[in-house]
């Protein structure tokens, strides 16, 4: 039983039609007659057949008003949903979409029968009381009617053009978690002042020697001479630019075909978006080697899936999905990395292209900033944040 009120909400205040039936009591089913039964395959048939844009629902224990918002009574009768599902599909010529879910509503219990868009025309395969054989039955506004043989034509040709469209749902997700966090996000951005002036070399004023420089004694001593550079510019990014990941699905029966989304922005307004961050500094040069190892070896096996280019002040962020199976999700394989030094809103388009979709799609993305600005990292400053030195 779900405790989620805010559909019913919505439902109490929409008009009955080809996506919204109220009943006030159950349909009669346990110890009911086929003819008594058929009230409700009829039902079910008209709404998988009607002409609609979105999910259609039978709302079982409201009443009905008209013209104003419809009253829920409650009941204590109700499906159980494997035993509906069967009911209605080994009577049908294809398998019927459907679910039935009890809510809670203001302490009663409300059935509600989902009916998603699907494949039509869908019709009983043999006679079952009052709905006839082969008979394709459709929600005429708030009533059923039985289709002609030019609306039984326009529900295969819309179901043909449906079919070969995937339909595509984009969110942002946390990369370590998996979790869909839907279009709206919260990140915080530790905005520390870029250096007027570049850093100093590492490995001076350490003692005698030409410039105060001690000569190594081995090659894995030999200093990289950018250490604190590297470790600023780390530091930096690594606290402004916070890891984000995409995730898409596919809710059509197509498969999406070498799919792409795209984001365009602007770095006027204090946005740095970045396809990876530095890697971790380090204070001789023999330990950078082996730290970049296996961003090397990544960066042979496959090409990046997920880049940031920089035209001018303006960066695009494309990430590639591959192929979409129909009915599932596929996860970015790498993040990106997105901060704020001054916009506390961040407000964008993505679009998503496939090679079978006839227009790209567009989604509203948003990005709310907490952002902490800081002054410029100094040496002294450096030295008492990780990563130390080794």
């Not at 009381?129 to 002609?148: C, I, P």
């Amino acid at each position: 039983m779900s405790d989620s009120s805010s559909l019913i909400e919505s439902l109490l205040y929409q008009n009955e039609g080809t996506a919204l039936d109220f009943k006030r009591e159950q349909y009669p089913f346990i110890g009911a007659t086929d003819e008594q039964k058929a009230e409700l395959l009829k039902d079910i048939l008209a709404f998988a057949n009607s002409w609609r844009q979105s999910d259609a629902y039978i709302v079982i224990g409201v009443e009905a008003v008209q013209g104003g918002k419809h009253i829920p009574v409650g009941t204590d009768e109700h499906f159980d949903d494997a035993q509906l599902q069967q009911f209605v599909n080994c009577k049908t010529n294809r398998k019927v979409e459907l679910s039935y879910e009890i809510y809670l509503f203001e302490g009663k219990k409300i059935g509600v029968i989902k009916i998603p868009k699907q494949e039509r025309p869908t019709y009983a395969n043999k006679k079952f009381g009052k709905v006839d054989k082969d008979v394709v039955y459709y929600r005429l506004g708030s009533s059923t009617a039985s289709a002609n043989p030019e609306d039984i034509a326009r529900m295969g040709n819309d179901t043909a053009k449906s079919v070969l469209v995937p339909s595509m749902n984009l969110q942002f997700a946390d990369y370590e978690t998996r979790q869909e966090l839907g279009d709206s996000i919260k990140l915080f951005s530790t905005a520390y002042e870029k250096p007027r002036k570049p850093l100093p070399d590492a490995g001076q004023a350490r003692g005698s020697g030409i410039s105060g420089f001690i000569a190594p004694t081995s090659i894995g001593e030999m200093i990289n001479s950018h250490y604190w550079r590297d470790k600023e510019e780390y530091i930096r990014l690594k606290s402004l630019a916070k890891p984000v990941t995409l995730v898409i699905s596919n809710k059509s029966r197509t498969l999406a075909e070498k799919v792409r989304v795209e984001i365009i922005g602007s770095s006027l307004d204090g946005i740095t978006v970045l396809s990876d961050l530095p890697t971790e500094p380090a204070y001789r040069h023999i330990d950078s080697f082996s730290r970049n190892v296996p961003r090397i070896r990544s960066i042979f096996q496959q090409e990046p899936r997920t880049v940031v280019s920089y035209h001018g002040n303006q960066w695009t962020l494309t990430v590639s999905f591959g192929n979409v199976q129909p009915q599932s999700r596929v996860w970015a394989d790498e993040p990106f990395y997105i901060g704020s030094k001054q916009k506390d809103r961040l407000e964008m388009e993505a679009i998503i292209y496939a090679d079978n979709l006839p227009e790209p799609q567009k989604v509203k993305f948003a990005i709310d900033f907490e952002i902490e600005k800081k002054p410029t990292l100094t040496i002294d400053t450096l030295k008492t944040l990780p990563p130390f030195e080794r």
